[in-house]
């Protein structure tokens, strides 16, 4: 069994059925092969009324069938050719958790494949979504230099300020840091990536809190036979990385092993006009290490436990502000599907965190910094799931299912003034969320979807407290016992997907969301250069309204799609770093809640292939996001969003030919956008451009070529109010040994 290009196609699954029967079933070795005898079902012997059908599935390829004549029963050898699938084809589950054709969602999903994953330049996750629209970080900078408290997402236009306004999971664990609310890219081994799907628009009513704005899902690759992935790699900037995933299977077990190892020496942020004696480059290492063991039982059950550790360290662009994490978690589920009663997955997980940070001041000059805090946020975490799904016939699919965590968190620091320790302050508390959760597919004929969902959810802030300690132990000690206190929602959805033809078919949704405060964002006080952030423990949740609506049409034999979305969303009460006062020495800032913001626009985004081996795909998206309504300041009032830029584009084309040459470029284009809430620093637009391109030195050994920014464009990604910029040219080479099936 083989794709267009004569690759083989591993893992693939094969049937043969009679009617409604199955007669045999199998999947595809290592090198495409598969051996089927329908004879040794008894049921085959009594029944031949029917014709005998072959059929296989394998991911990103069309269903193929195949009414088998006489000859072809008793043959020894039949070759299959798959063709792609096309992009509506494509299955996706984040929009409606439950296997669904992408097609036959009225949700906006983006879906990284295998294929795009491995041919762009990025050597980041994070780098590598920003092939998506709409996708960006706190700030434009990269997770390879930027400090992780600025690594949360933002999707169209919502908005952020650290902590992230969409949920991102890998393979249904949350990777938003529980106390802190943004993300540690590096901990998913690159190799390990199977897809990335983006689902764009408040998604709360399946996922609860942080998909305020929507969902990333990261699905990881799962060995079907004895399989190993190693990429090795070294660039400018002394940047070495290696990237390992090993699989194995016997019997019902299987094994998988995930790993990487990562540094770089980084660059000087701050632009040689402004630089002093202690701008210095802002570098980071890491590694990561994630074993999962699986059980089968029969063909519909299976059980699961898995164990990561996670560790990074940071030097953040002066010799003083620095930072380290150190993260362990351990997870554990299981699946049981029934053709009478549905599917039924439970899961949960637990785990622990350290994360320590310097700060510092820096002199006008930038030739001299003081010390201001040491910091250490230590938190625990503990989550479970489950979950039930099944389908009704041809028409109707029901999913229903509950959710809890727990979070223990604080900030222990001790402050600095003049150089020397002053105080201790200590201040954290404890967080109990729990969600309900329903959904029902109604499907009208082949033309007409309809879906409604509504989750309901409770959480408790409780425990918290705030002491501060003069070192000089006659001084006297402040303690504060804030009162707990707790919150609900109430998130419904509603979709309608009506395919007027093969060809064209209009969607709309309704939907509301929600983002309950972060620990971090109540208690934890933060000091970047000379802008100093503080906490606020009345903070109160996010609440967002929105829609949208649109049509994608598809042309050239199924090779081209194309979606355009027209989007509403007005958050009432964002968390935002307002600005208290304004001085040359000292910015300060806290986070408050304002009253209204409110984003609106369009996004287009198409997908084509030109010919056998040559793909383009792009997407455009507009999004005026603004402040409607703050009445304890309404200056800010017409203001624009900090962080989001009103027009984004990305691009990309790849060339794919296994037997000579792999090509992939990758363009980005970031229109103006404000670093701060007054928006009295502007940040200019900014484009980038990528390219890879690799060679197969054997069927399992190849090289590649890497580039980021090849331009070597010097765009701003910062101003605090000192302008920090991005990442210069960037290149890799690399080696990749695949062995078995990817």
Same mark, same amino acid.
């Given at each position: ?136 970080? /706190? ?104 990237? %390992? ?178 105080? /201790? ?12 959760? /329903? ?295 690399? %080696? ?7």
């Amino acid at each position: 069994m083989s794709d267009q290009n004569g690759a083989r196609v591993p893992g693939a699954q094969v049937t043969l059925r009679r009617g409604a029967s199955i007669d045999a079933s199998t999947t595809t070795d290592d090198e495409g092969r598969f051996s089927l005898d329908a004879s040794m079902n008894p049921r085959a012997r009594t029944s031949r009324t029917s014709a005998l059908v072959l059929e296989v599935c394998a991911h990103n390829f069309m269903t193929f069938t195949r009414t088998l004549s006489a000859q072809d029963e008793i043959t020894s050898q039949l070759l299959v050719t798959l063709a792609p699938a096309s992009v509506a084809a494509e299955l996706t589950v984040t929009a409606t958790r439950a296997e669904t054709r992408l097609g036959d969602t009225a949700a906006s999903v983006a879906v990284l494949t295998p294929e795009q994953l491995s041919t762009t330049a990025a050597g980041t996750l994070d780098d590598a979504l920003r092939q998506v629209a709409g996708f960006s970080l /706190f700030r434009r900078s990269s997770s390879r230099n930027a400090n992780p408290t600025t690594q949360g997402v933002s999707l169209r236009g919502v908005g952020a300020s650290g902590a992230s306004r969409a949920l991102v999971v890998e393979d249904g664990v949350p990777l938003n840091d529980p106390f802190g609310g943004w993300v540690y890219w590096e901990r998913v081994p690159r190799v390990e990536l199977e897809r990335v799907e983006v689902l764009r628009g408040g998604a709360s009513e399946l996922y609860g809190s942080d998909a305020l704005g929507g969902v990333v899902n990261i699905i990881t690759r799962r060995a079907v036979s004895h399989v190993a992935s190693l990429e090795l790699s070294y660039g400018n900037q002394q940047t070495p990385d290696a990237s %390992l995933f090993v699989g194995a299977t016997r019997g019902r077990w299987g094994f998988d092993l995930g790993a990487e190892v990562f540094h770089t020496g980084g660059y000087v942020l701050v632009d040689k006009d402004e630089r002093g004696r202690i701008d210095t480059p802002a570098g980071t290492r890491d590694a990561t290490l994630d074993l999962t063991l699986e059980r089968r039982f029969g063909a519909g059950a299976h059980a699961f436990m898995r164990g990561m550790v996670f560790g990074e360290s940071r030097t953040n662009g002066t010799p003083l502000q620095t930072n380290r994490t150190h993260l362990r978690q351990l997870s554990a589920g299981g699946e049981w599907v029934s053709g009478r009663f549905g599917s039924f997955t439970l899961g949960t997980y637990d785990g622990t965190e350290v994360f320590d940070q310097n700060f510092s001041s820096i002199a006008a000059d930038r030739n001299s910094e003081q010390l201001t805090r040491l910091q250490r946020s230590p938190s625990q975490f503990v989550g479970f799931n489950a979950e039930w799904s099944r389908t009704l016939g041809a028409r109707q699919t029901l999913v229903a299912g509950f959710d809890a965590r727990e979070v223990h968190g604080a900030s222990d620091e001790l402050a600095f003034a003049q150089g020397r320790p002053t105080s /201790f302050a200590d201040a954290g508390g404890r967080e109990r969320t729990g969600g309900l959760y /329903f959904e029902e597919i109604v499907r009208f004929g082949s033309r007409l979807i309809l879906t409604g969902g509504v989750r309901a959810d409770h959480w408790n802030d409780y425990a918290a407290f705030g002491v501060t300690r003069p070192v000089r132990a006659s001084s006297v000690e402040s303690v504060s016992v804030f009162p707990d206190r707790s919150e609900s929602a109430f998130s419904p959805r509603a979709s309608l997907l009506f395919r007027k033809s093969e060809r064209l078919s209009f969607f709309a949704s309704g939907y509301r969301a929600f983002r309950q405060p972060t620990l971090n964002e109540l208690y934890r006080s933060f000091r970047v250069g000379n802008i100093l952030t503080l906490a606020n423990e009345n903070l109160r949740a996010e609440h967002l309204t929105g829609g949208e609506a649109g049509f994608k049409v598809t042309r050239l034999g199924k090779k081209l799609d194309a979606r355009t979305t027209l989007f509403w969303t007005e958050i009432t009460g964002p968390v935002a770093n307002v600005t208290l006062s304004l001085t040359p020495a000292l910015i300060t800032r806290q986070r408050q809640n304002l009253g209204r913001t409110r984003s609106r626009g369009l996004e287009v985004e198409a997908d084509a292939q030109l010919t056998s081996r040559l793909y383009v795909s792009g997407g455009y998206i507009f999004s005026d996001a603004v402040v409607t309504r703050f009445p304890a300041n309404t200056a800010l009032e017409g203001l624009r969003v900090p962080q989001v830029a009103r027009n984004q584009l990305t691009f990309q084309t790849r060339y794919v030919n296994p037997k000579s040459l792999t090509v992939g470029v990758q363009g980005r284009f970031s229109g103006m956008q404000f670093d701060d809430d007054q928006n009295l620093f502007p940040l200019n637009r900014a484009f980038t451009l990528d390219a890879f391109a690799s060679r197969q030195l054997t069927r399992d050994v190849g090289l590649f070529l890497a580039a980021e920014n090849l331009l070597d464009q010097r765009y701003q990604i910062a101003r605090t109010p000192v302008v920090t910029l991005g990442s210069p040219l960037l290149v890799r080479v690399g %080696l990749r040994l695949n062995l078995g099936t990817r």
